[in-house]
T-cell receptor
Framework: DTEVIQTPKHLVMGMTNKKSLKCEQHMGHRAMYWYKQKAKKPPELMFVYSYEKLSINESVPSRFSPECPNSSLLNLHLHALQPEDSALYLC????????????FGPGTRLTVT | GEDVEQSLFLSVREGDSSVINCTYTDSSSTYLYWYKQEPGAGLQLLTYIFSNMDMKQDQRLTVLLNKKDKHLSLRIADTQTGDSAIYFC??????????????FGKGTKLSVKP
């Protein structure tokens, strides 16, 4: 099973809402990642969790708050987002931190109104 | 610095071969990757090559690496309409034996005409 599962598939939220994106993998991977992808652009790394601890935060605004409850789950909590935060949010995982094979989920298409 | 460059578009006819090219600047690249992204979907790891290799073949896919010129290519034989997608070249750099983060090119949109 090489699947990374992301829910929801689509999300529309207002600027005052609080919502969460969820990511799940059952491959026994110990590193998990959040990426943001704008239209016609490559993915941009946001956060890296390694062994359930936040190891990289690429200067992401605090309105994005990641959480790793256990080694299989990764959440991204959203609060007071701006319309320019609308994007495809991709989760990925790899066997270990800085491992060369990252597996990506299908993404959550977020629209902020 | 870190930079990965790709041409933005490629159009081929079904049944032809496609060649997608990529150049990178950092000589400490250790792994180079090709990812495929279909519309509205996530990224699918197609193949990767270690920097001490020249070539890797996997079914219809052939990866060629010219380390001297820092040039990577992906050849898709017998291209099908289902191969239409954006193809991202990416690299990771060596940090004392562990890999750094993925550095992506801007992606090449492959259009396959029937």
């Amino acid at each position: 099973d090489t699947e990374v599962i992301q829910t929801p598939k689509h999300l529309v939220m207002g600027m005052t809402n609080k919502k969460s994106l969820k990511c799940e993998q059952h491959m026994g991977h110990r590193a998990m990642y959040w990426y943001k992808q704008k239209a016609k652009k490559p993915p941009e790394l946001m956060f890296v969790y390694s062994y359930e601890k936040l190891s990289i935060n690429e200067s992401v605004p605090s309105r994005f708050s990641p959480e790793c409850p256990n080694s299989s789950l990764l959440n991204l909590h959203l609060h007071a987002l701006q319309p320019e935060d609308s994007a495809l949010y991709l989760c990925a995982s790899s066997h270990g931190p800085r491992n060369y094979e990252q597996y990506f989920g299908p993404g959550t298409r977020l629209t902020v109104t | 610095g870190e930079d990965v460059e790709q041409s933005l578009f490629l159009s081929v006819r079904e049944g032809d071969s496609s060649v997608i090219n990529c150049t990178y600047t950092d000589s400490s690249s250790t792994y180079l990757y090709w990812y495929k992204q279909e519309p509205g979907a996530g990224l699918q790891l197609l193949t990767y090559i270690f920097s001490n290799m020249d070539m890797k073949q996997d079914q219809r896919l052939t990866v060629l690496l010219n380390k001297k010129d820092k040039h990577l290519s992906l050849r898709i034989a017998d291209t099908q309409t289902g191969d239409s997608a954006i193809y991202f070249c990416a690299e990771t750099l060596d940090y004392g034996g562990s890999q750094g983060n993925l550095i992506f090119g801007k992606g090449t949109k492959l259009s396959v005409k029937p």
